[in-house]
């Protein structure tokens, strides 16, 4: 028996034939990168500040969303590089010196130890050996 307001038994399901395609969550955008305006979507909603990639449970949307979050942040670490440069061209001479890395090598103080060629310990040492 067909329910009010429904068509008679068209072989259907009680869903119907068509479906609403599931809305993406609000922080993701199209795959192809454009909203359906066709413009790009803007970086700073894709990814909100309190966001955490490990949230999501589907692995193959997180995968999807890790890629997008490294590329993100590859643009963004060139884009700085880039302006630097630009900088430091636009400077010239007055330029600041560029930042030495900080390894274990520059930070270690270098500790001389002055020893007495004439000193008893180091006497008894040389002898004994």
Known sequence: MARSGEAGGGGEDRRG?????PAESPG???????????????????????FSISEIKNKQRRHFMFVRWKQQQRK???????????????LGDKAPPKPV??????????DETIVDPNDEEVILEIFHK
């Open 17 to 21: 034939a068509k479906r609403k395609a």
């Open 101 to 110: 890395p900080k390894t274990i090598e520059n930070q270690r103080v270098y």
């Open 28 to 50: 993701e955008a199209p795959e192809d990168g454009a909203t359906e305006s066709g413009a790009p979507a803007p970086a700073a909603a894709a990814f909100p500040p309190g």
């Open 76 to 90: 963004e670490k060139l884009a700085a590089k880039k302006k630097l440069k630009k900088e430091r061209e636009a």
